[in-house]
């Protein structure tokens, strides 16, 4: 066995998507975008430089739940809890209607599937993949026009932190009724088990971890345990819940965000998500895209795909701002800001082929939906914050 090999598909995974990472930010596009596509080219479809292989399947597995721990440590409880009840509202009806808009467009589009069927589930995949929000472009613009510490603002971040905690659930949910050996009752009782485990043992997982933090502050043992309890909680969700890992993975991050150590176990974590298990992960999704599949039915179904996924973001979460009272200008703002979607509809899309729910062809529709969203997005949000400051001048006027 030549097992060495795999050395020389690492080096140029790393290289082409680091590449490709800084290219796609000079464009103003995310940098999970450009190690997309290097893993495109350098994969089978193209230049057949790098080919999938179980080594770097399981090294893409650890980079997604990587990136759902820190996630998770990224999380603003006490901002969660401030924001509360208007942005829990925003983000339930963030995921629901576009998990039902997504939904209907597949079905609409491939023809209606009876209650349970193999397409039926497919369907109701395809509408999970489009309840990920991902703030990160919304967040920098809203920097950069000094709006981000405004309601607006804040809606938005507590709404899209909330939004990926149901997204999650709904993952969850949808996998676990697509298992054969599995009922709707045995899936609800399991992740309500999970969820109740979580919080007993996450308490007490705290305390223990807040004490050793207090003794040894800022030490690398910290980031070490955090690490092995993210492995071990994403271990325990999928053995003993039949829970999706990265729920575990997500659930850990949470538990540990509010320890004071919590920024710098993300810091440890994010240098080897950064190096390496990050980029093996995005470029994987390249390397899974199958470009030859890609027809002209596919083509017409992605752009119909994106069109769904950002109307429906708008309009989930637009119409329920606007009923929790706010003016419509600032609603189209929250909507707007709420439709972009990066890594965590990747990784959803990525549970999804695992098992079985999504072909890899798709995978260009939420690529292009990534990409659209991500570009647009910024622009808009300038021309209505644009739109509502001409305004004011002419009423000061």
């Known amino acids: 066995m030549e097992n060495y090999l795999v050395l020389k598909d690492l080096a140029i995974i790393i ?9 796609a930010r000079k464009l103003k596009a995310p940098q999970v975008v450009g190690e997309i596509i290097a893993g495109l080219i350098i994969g089978p479809g193209i230049l ?44 339930c009806a963030g995921v629901f209607i576009p998990l039902i808009f997504g939904a209907l467009y ?9 209650w349970g069927s193999e397409e039926f589930y497919k369907a109701v995949f395809v509408g999970t993949i489009l309840t990920a929000t991902s703030v990160s472009i919304t967040v920098e613009s809203l920097k950069e026009m ?32 697509k298992n054969p050996e599995s009922n709707p009752s045995t899936v609800m009782i399991n992740t309500v088990l999970f969820f109740v485990a979580a919080v007993i043992v996450g308490f007490i997982s705290y305390k223990l ?14 980031p070490i345990a955090g690490l092995a309890y993210c492995f071990l909680l994403s271990y325990l969700a999928e053995r003993y819940f039949g829970i999706a890992d990265i729920t575990g993975a997500y659930v850990a991050g949470i538990i540990l965000c509010s320890i004071k150590d919590s920024s710098y176990i993300e810091r440890k974590v994010d240098v080897n998500s950064y190096m390496l298990f ?28 994106v069109l769904v996924g950002l109307i429906s973001k708008i309009v989930g979460c637009g119409l329920m701002a606007k009923l929790c009272k706010f003016k419509l200008n600032d ?5 707007i800001g709420m439709m ?12 999804g082929l695992s098992a079985g729910l999504l072909e890899p062809v798709y995978f260009t529709s939420v690529i292009l939906l990534i990409i659209v969203s991500s570009i647009s997005t910024p622009i808009l949000l300038k021309i209505l914050y644009s739109r509502e400051e001409d305004t004011q001048k002419i009423q000061a006027a």
Do not use: C
């Open 209 to 222: 971890f807040k004490y050793v933090d207090k003794r040894y502050p800022h030490t690398r043992r910290i």
């Open 146 to 177: 000094g709006k981000l510490k405004g309601k607006v603002g804040t809606t938005i971040l507590s709404a899209a932190i909330i939004d990926d905690v149901i997204g999650i659930i709904v993952l969850t949910f949808v996998i676990g009724f």
């Open 278 to 305: 990050g980029p093996v992960f995005f470029a994987s999704i390249g390397l899974k895209t199958n470009v030859e599949s890609v027809t002209g039915s596919i083509l017409l179904f992605s752009l119909g795909f």
């Open 340 to 351: 972009t979607r990066g890594e965590v509809a990747l990784i959803v899309a990525q549970k």
């Open 106 to 114: 597949y079905m609409l589009y491939y023809g209606m599937s009876p």
């Open 15 to 23: 290289i082409a998507a680091k590449l490709f990472g800084i290219v």
């Open 48 to 91: 057949g430089w790098v080919n999938q292989s179980d080594f770097l399947l399981q090294m893409a597995e650890i980079g997604v739940i990587l990136l759902m721990f820190s996630a998770g440590l990224e999380t603003d409880i006490k901002e969660l809890l401030k924001t509360g009840p208007i942005a829990a509202l925003i983000a």
């Open 331 to 335: 609603s189209l703002k929250i909507g």
